[in-house]
């Protein structure tokens, strides 16, 4: 029961620092949703994190990666949990055209930030 506990704090923990990295490093307009089996919650303890990172820009450019996905990866290693963020700008992700990537991620994601 401890381990169960302990694992509820620290999967706390990694949200509420996502959602602070997300406040600092990402543009105005920027929503950050949690998709996958942590948002489904059939999570176990070695779940990775999957992030849909969605810009408020026209298109993204060389090194929008490094400025607004690497971050969430760097966290994710300080909490020794694998965080994949996928950044697409909104046009893209909600105008398509639209994969069965984009249906899963529609299914269960929930919002962590908005800008």
Avoid: C
Avoid at 3 to 9: A, C, D, G, L, M
């Amino acid at each position: 029961m401890m381990i169960k506990v302990q694992n509820q704090i620290n999967e706390q923990a990694v949200i509420d620092n996502i959602k602070q990295l997300a406040a600092k490093v990402l543009p105005k307009g920027s929503t950050v949703y949690l998709y996958g089996s942590r948002a489904r919650g059939d999570s176990h303890e070695d779940s990775d994190w999957d992030l849909l990172v969605l810009l408020d820009k026209e298109k993204l450019e060389y090194g929008d990666f490094d400025k607004y996905s690497y971050p969430f990866v760097l966290m994710g290693w300080d909490y020794g949990q694998d965080i994949r963020p996928h950044a697409y700008t909104k046009n893209e992700w909600f105008n398509g055209p639209h994969a069965m990537f984009y249906y899963n991620v529609e299914e269960d994601k929930e919002v962590l930030y908005e800008s």
